[in-house]
């Protein structure tokens, strides 16, 4: 990891998560001079603690913005695992075996019935799978299958091994990262002119928050309501399914050819990414319920991580009112992994001053402004 930083650069990335190291590379590539401050180990947080599932099946109706920027990013995803394979000879495991959402009572039918109503008008590749189906696909499910929906298009990564790729592509592109917190951001007369960490003022033309669920937590900054939620997650030996499966209350996710994840907790606990018995009680007795013979399954460990959710569970993406060349990159609660393509992306043209991809003023900052 670097640590040699220059008291100036063209750009400030606050964060060393999946996100902010995406920022970072994409500003990297485009020659500017990018320094990376990292409260901890880069990829440490909830980046390290996701499961990599590569999907969002939320009422497209309600979030047709939300919609339209994981399908973007989604699409993206095929060419950056070639990118960072060219760009170091190692291939991140990425499996595009698409996502069964299955019921497990019938108040769950509803739910998916919906879903697959919603998304198909949208255009999502979206099909119906009989209780039948679903066991043929996935011998290992529970019998007491209601009903499935199939997309065949979601995906999943190996997020760990993608997110250390991605922070090794920047630093080889230019980028210094340096573990050191940063306590504030100062801004003047309207502008953002560098942060303070360590007792010094490093000076920057830009200033990217990425901080994760800490975005908030940094002074001088304008409105930032990001809060932590903890996700709790564990590993058994074994694959007991051949791709994604989520259900009402879990998910699976088979890592390799060895070990199957399941998860995961949602719980308001402020800064604690302990693991504790009860939370793991519940994703485990979840994914038994999903399919059995996990119950059989050694024990691999277990991990935590807290999630940036903000009050509309949609992330905060773009320049702040307040001083324009600080922008926000946060707040992606369950949709980091996924997210992190296009909000380089839009971010990178905000900075370069590109037209972006996507329109940017759902996700804007401002919105938290009363």
Not at 170 to 186: C, F, L, Q, T
């Amino acid at each position: 990891m670097s640590e040699v930083m220059n008291k100036n650069a063209d750009v400030i990335v606050i964060g060393a998560g999946i996100i902010g190291a995406h920022c970072a590379w994409r500003l990297a590539q485009a020659g500017l001079r990018v320094s990376v401050f990292e409260r901890s180990a880069p990829g440490s947080q909830a980046s390290q603690a996701a499961l990599g599932l590569l999907s969002y099946h939320a009422d497209p109706e309600k979030t047709a913005a939300m919609q339209d920027l994981v399908l973007y990013s989604a699409a993206l995803y095929p060419d950056l695992i070639d990118e960072l394979a060219q760009f170091s000879g190692e291939r991140v495991d990425y499996q595009p075996g698409g996502q069964l959402v299955i019921a497990l009572s019938e108040k769950d039918l509803p739910g998916i019935e919906l879903s697959h109503k919603l998304n198909k008008r949208k255009g999502v590749q979206v099909e119906k799978v009989t209780p039948q189906e679903c066991r043929l696909l996935e011998p290992g499910l529970t019998p007491d299958l209601y009903g499935a929906v199939f997309f065949p298009e979601d995906a999943w990564v190996d997020n760990t091994a993608l997110t250390m790729a991605i922070v090794q592509a920047a630093e080889k592109d230019g980028g210094v990262i340096k573990r050191a917190n940063v306590e504030a951001v100062e801004i003047r007369a309207g502008r953002a002119v560098g942060v303070h960490a360590g007792g010094e003022l490093y000076r920057a033309d830009w200033i990217i928050l990425a901080a994760g669920s800490w975005s908030g937590q940094i002074g001088g900054i304008p409105p930032t309501p990001v809060k932590p939620i903890r996700g709790q997650a564990l590993a058994v030996a074994g694959r007991a399914v051949r791709r994604a499966i989520m259900s009402a209350h879990s998910y699976l996710v088979p890592k390799g050819d060895s070990q199957t994840m399941i998860g995961a907790t949602v719980e308001q606990v402020g800064f604690d990414d302990t693991n504790t018995l009860a939370g793991l009680q519940e994703v485990s007795a979840a994914g038994i319920e999903m399919a059995p013979r996990i119950g059989q399954g050694e024990f691999l460990g277990a991990w935590a991580g807290l999630r940036p959710a903000t009050p509309d569970e949609m992330p905060m993406i773009g320049p702040y009112l307040q001083a324009p060349n600080l922008v926000a990159a946060t707040g992606h609660f369950r949709n980091g992994i996924l997210l992190a393509p296009v909000t380089a992306q839009l971010v990178r043209a905000v900075v370069t001053g590109e037209n972006p991809s996507l329109d940017l003023a759902p996700f804007l900052p401002g919105r938290f402004s009363s």
